[in-house]
């Protein structure tokens, strides 16, 4: 029924009305005559609220109005310009702006903002800055979201160093994971696909919360993050990163472009990581942190073939070595009961990518893309005496094609995408395995209708057929509401689909003695998200606040249950038999209260429940609250910046423990507690230095693993973890750039 009725809206929204809107670009000559766009200019009728800005190509579009037949364009540092608009005019004017002062230097300073809330997106969504990245170490991807108040990152086990990502309550298979709009990080790279993003290697982060574009197709249930890379015709020249901490881990990246042409450049981007130390502070014979030694490299390039025909590509690699488990394991030993119990994880995986896109020549509000991505990734790996190795290869491509109906007001995409998935996983012991080619095609439109400024209609619809699992309709829609200058309301909702992997994404759980049941003929998971947001900005005490609420409710049709508390001794894998549901609610306010001060103060409230092992129980592992603190000071023109942030963390429900005997059981819920980093940042010309610490508070799970004094026993689990297992970590940091 809900698919029908979006249906039924989607046919009826072409008989909506047109409405005239004019588009045009502010443009400014360089001294040598080259025409150079100008972003961020203001754009509005005199006289009037009606306006916008300028994109990042210098392009606008603005509503025209009964109320004033005159122009105004203004950048600060130009002469404004005021264009009498009448009949004479085109759909499209050109303005050329010319600088009103003329010195030989000025040195402007402003702060970057660290997060970017998109007022004029339809879809709740925030954009991570470089700035954001560099208020904490960000080694790599999992660490990005120390200061965010929507996605958690944990660490899912004592042994392996798997990191956990939530957002809406619900675990990370049921994000959409993309690198700069390719659909990554699946199957096996689904736990450790965090930790292959270096952190000084991105330029941003985009993440949206609830179903996202079907564009991107049809996986997203509880949001989308988007990884942007450093671009080549954009990053330094040089960039080198290093870092060390007090765990014994040190890395080291590099960045350096070259451009050959206006029209052509290219970039390597290298990552080293090497952590060979055993360190064991809670002495209970295990690593606090694996032993991980990483090489990953980029090479992308760019061309800009003419102005209307682009194109990037590039290849990626990764070799990394994972070891985990007891100290003192002797590699000229046999891997059995007579050796200390060891976790080796070898991966290596290539992707190649490549995007071309053209643009029509009388009308670049028209264009056609490409965008395909392949990735093969090998894993070999043992969890003590089980082996679990596994290969996927997988490739993608979307062929899209933009444009508008009438005028502006009216945007459409349409296109097709395909997948190929090869996916061959194998668990000694258990003896399971996967041996499954998903092969889907897949088509869709997404209609979007701005009849002004404060109104923005977004529906999608997709079809998809699947070799395994047959057709099916991905119906989404977005929309979003600015009722008053500063007030913004947003309603989302939609469907998602996704394939489970039993075993590789949930792969720490190996790192226990519980065995892995698997039930016959699992279904594709599918779930409802809706989601209504509100976005209010407001003076107080001469300080501008801005307030962000949001509440978001996941359903599920089916779902691929992992239940833990069916025994203690295994792990069961089932469709779900009954309800399952996630609600989750959040408020966050930022503001300024003295200058160069930035404060961020969020709270969310997160309801989980499944019905698991024949009980309608709350969902394991899901904090039931979190708040988040931070403040962020730089002084004048950013030479120093301190950093410090604080995340509460509400209760959990543990899964049960109570069949084992008594030194052997665990509390099922976990206390509420706080985490404390700080950062402090040196700015020099051309390189800075950063000193650091995590978990200030010294605050950790005490024993976090069951049975470690007997590691080859029925009884023993490293997966239990609800809180930090790291005792206070320190760090120090350098980072150089060439422009």
């Known amino acids: 029924m809900k698919t029908r009725i979006l249906i039924l809206f989607l046919s009826l929204l072409p008989l909506f009305s047109f409405a005239d809107l004019m588009k045009g670009k502010v443009i400014e000559k360089s001294s040598t005559g080259e025409i150079l766009p100008l972003p961020g200019a203001s754009v509005f009728w005199k006289n009037t609220n009606i306006g916008t800005a300028t994109d990042g190509k210098g392009k606008f579009e603005i509503n025209t109005t009964n109320k004033s037949n005159i122009l105004v364009i203004q950048f600060v540092g130009y002469t404004s310009q005021e264009l009498i608009i009448n009949e004479s005019y085109e759909n499209e004017i050109i303005a050329t702006l010319v600088p009103n002062i003329a010195l030989n230097e000025v040195v402007i300073s402003k702060r970057k903002l660290g997060t970017v809330l998109d007022r004029d997106n339809p879809i709740q969504s925030q954009s991570i800055t470089g700035a954001e990245l560099c208020k904490a170490a960000c080694c790599n991807l999992s660490e990005s979201f120390e200061t965010n108040a929507s996605v958690d990152v944990s660490y899912a086990d004592a042994a392996t160093g798997a990191k956990s990502i939530k957002l809406l309550g619900l675990t990370g298979k049921y994000i959409e994971m993309m ?29 949206s919360k609830g179903v996202g574009s079907v564009i991107n197709g049809f996986e997203s249930i509880t949001g989308q993050i988007n990884i942007e890379y450093q671009k080549p015709q954009q990053s330094p020249k040089f960039y080198l990163n290093t870092y060390a901490n007090s765990m014994g881990m040190s890395e080291v990246n ?21 952590n060979d130390k055993e360190i064991d502070m809670n002495h209970d014979h295990f690593l606090d942190d694996p032993m ?7 090479n992308r390039w760019n061309w800009e073939v003419s102005k209307t025909f682009k194109t990037q590509f590039g290849v990626k690699f990764i070799d990394e070595q994972r070891i985990g488990g007891q100290k003192g394991y002797k590699t000229n030993l046999p891997n059995d009961t007579n050796n200390a119990y060891r976790i080796n994880i070898d991966t290596r995986r290539y992707e190649a990518f490549a995007k071309i896109g053209y643009l029509f020549p009388k009308n670049d509000d028209k ?39 009438g005028n502006l007001k009216h945007k459409y995409t349409t296109g097709l995408s395909y997948i190929y998935d090869d996916f061959n996983d194998y668990l000694s012991g258990d003896d399971l395995g996967t041996n499954r080619t998903e092969k889907i095609a897949g088509a869709y439109m997404e209609y979007t209708w701005l009849p002004n400024d404060q109104i923005t209609l977004q529906t999608g619809l997709r079809y998809d057929d699947h070799n395994i699992f047959g057709g099916f309709v991905t119906p989404r829609i977005h929309f979003r509401y600015q009722f008053a200058p500063k007030s913004t309301v947003r309603i989302a909702g939609g469907s998602g689909r996704r394939t489970s992997n039993p075993i590789a994404e949930n792969s720490f759980l190996l790192a226990s003695s519980r065995s892995f049941e698997i039930a016959d003929n699992l279904q594709q998971e599918k779930a409802w998200n809706f989601g209504l947001s509100f976005t209010q900005y407001f003076n107080l005490f001469g300080k501008e606040f801005t307030l962000a609420t949001d509440f978001y409710r996941t359903t599920f049709d089916n779902q691929v249950m992992v239940d833990l508390d069916n025994s203690v001794n295994s792990v069961k894998f089932y469709n779900l038999d009954g309800k399952s549901w996630a609600n989750n609610y959040q408020a966050e306010i ?38 988040l603190v931070n403040f962020s000071y730089a002084t004048n023109f950013n030479k120093w910046q301190f950093d410090f942030t604080t995340q509460f963390n509400g209760d959990m429900r543990i ?11 665990r509390r099922e819920k976990s206390p509420a507690y706080a985490l404390l980093n700080a950062q402090i940042t040196k700015r020099f010309r051309i390189w800075e230095l950063y000193l650091g610490a995590e978990n200030l508070g010294n605050y950790t799970q005490k024993n976090p693993i069951i049975g470690a004094e007997e590691p080859f026993g029925e009884y023993f689990d490293a997966s239990m973890i609800w809180g930090p297992i790291q005792e206070r970590k320190f760090y120090l940091g350098l980072r150089l750039t060439i422009e």
């Not at 700069?180 to 993440?207: D, R, T």
């Not at 894993?379 to 290869?393: C, E, H, I, V």
């Not at 899964?655 to 059981?665: I, L, R, V, W």
């Open 590 to 627: 930022k503001f300024e209260p003295i200058e160069r001060l930035d404060v961020t103060t969020a709270i969310r409230f997160s309801d989980v429940k499944a019905d698991i092992n024949n009980e309608f129980r709350k969902v394991p592992y899901v904090n039931r609250f979190k708040g």
């Open 292 to 298: 991980v030694t990483q090489y990953n490299f980029v």
């Open 254 to 274: 590099a960045i350096t472009s070259v451009k050959f042409s206006p029209k052509l450049s290219t970039s390597i981007l290298a990552h080293i990581q090497d």
């Open 179 to 207: 690198t700069e709009k390719n659909p990554n990080f699946k199957g096996l790279a689904s736990v450790y696909g965090m930790v292959y993003v270096p952190g000084p290697w991105m330029e941003s982060i985009q993440v």
């Open 655 to 665: 899964p049960s423990t109570q069949d084992n005997p008594n030194d052997f059981q």
């Open 367 to 405: 264009s056609i893309a490409l965008i395909t991505n392949f990735s093969s990734h090998e894993q070999n790996s043992f969890y003590g005496l089980r082996t679990y190795n596994a290969d996927q290869k997988y490739f993608y491509a979307n062929l899209l094609f933009q444009s508008y109906i």
